[in-house]
């Protein structure tokens, strides 16, 4: 995430957007933050400001925020907690649309399974916040079919991640290890990675391979 010439757009965090301070970037790069109005509000007053960082507070779904991200640079955008919230059209159009915006990247999301997708309306904790999820998919690596430079890279089950075992709290280690018994459980919640580079055509300098050129 910090080396290179990129732009970092990302959506939230748990940590409520410390990151940037943690892990304090380079010049070179551009970070982006976005959530709801009211939530940049808070995280205004509560983190300081940091060179090279900007906080947008827009819905995710109304496009018009990625023009406030240089154009012409890869970019890493990172959407954590989030997509589960969206509708599968929402989401279709996010991940196609930051791909035609810039020439490479890296896209990091979340997904359900869509057993987790169905059952989130009896999830004890999203009742409690009065939310549920609104996509999920069986297999994440075909949303790549959604865009012609879109790739999937990889994925791993959230429940498994050792950062997240080591620093979640005792009564989420305590479910993630019993949903790991069960392969089903395992895959209800991923980390999913997809990349996109340029076109064939667009490597082309001047008409010719850049090797060749
Ligand atoms: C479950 S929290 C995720 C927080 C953290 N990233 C995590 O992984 O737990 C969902 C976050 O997404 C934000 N969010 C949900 N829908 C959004 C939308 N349409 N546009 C922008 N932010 C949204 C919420 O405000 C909240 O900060």
Known sequence: MTAGNHPVARGQSQRVADRVHRIDPPATVEWFD???????????????????????????????????????????????GLVPYLTETAVRRLLTRVVDTFPAGQIQIDTASVWAWRTSKWDPTLRKYGTQFHCGFRDPAALADWHP????????????????????????????????LLPGMKRSMRLVRFRFQPSAGEHRVNGREPDSA
């Open 34 to 80: 976005l959530d709801y109005p009211t939530i940049i509000g808070l995280r205004k007053q509560l983190l300081p400001p940091h060179q090279h960082y900007t906080l947008i507070g827009s819905t995710v779904t109304d496009l018009t925020w990625l023009d406030r991200i240089p154009r012409g640079r890869p970019v890493l955008m990172i959407a954590e």
């Open 149 to 180: 430079r879109l790739e999937y890279v990889d994925e791993a089950p959230m429940s498994d991640s050792p950062v997240l075992m080591d620093k979640a709290p005792a009564n989420v280690r305590r479910m993630y290890r019993l949903m790991n």
